[in-house]
């Protein structure tokens, strides 16, 4: 089993900046890639970026001028660094982690507005 614990969303204004954290427990080992994925209201959840082991990176087009995706694998924890913020980045942000089972995190709210 994998325990995912996110942390570090809130609300912030237009334009500004969070850095969302991720900390991973458990069978860590099985980890070989880690991700965030988000969900607005009433929309299907998306992919927001992923990151192996390697570090080799992924990102929905649209975000990578904006957002960064990194990992400490010596912490177990994947960071996601969110610049520019916009009203239409508002969601429930899901850390997700594929090993043997792909496991979620419980989500951790980020609200963008004014």
């Known amino acids: 089993q994998v325990q995912l614990v996110e942390s570090g969303g809130g609300l912030v204004q237009p334009g500004g900046s969070l850095r969302l954290s991720c900390a991973a427990s458990?069978?860590?080992?099985?980890?070989?890639?880690m991700g965030w994925y988000r969900q607005a209201p009433g929309k299907q959840r998306e992919l927001v970026a992923t990151?192996?082991?390697?570090?080799?990176?992924n990102y929905l087009d649209s975000l990578k001028d904006r957002f960064t995706i990194s990992r400490d694998n010596a912490k177990n924890t994947v960071y996601l660094q969110m610049n520019s913020l916009k009203p239409e980045d508002t969601a429930v942000y899901y850390c997700?982690?594929?090993?043997?089972?792909?496991?979620w995190g419980q989500g951790t709210q980020v609200t963008v507005s004014s």
């Open positions: 997700k982690a594929d090993g043997r089972l792909t496991y």
């Open positions: 458990g069978s860590i080992s099985s980890i070989y890639n």
């Open positions: 990151i192996t082991t390697g570090g080799s990176t």
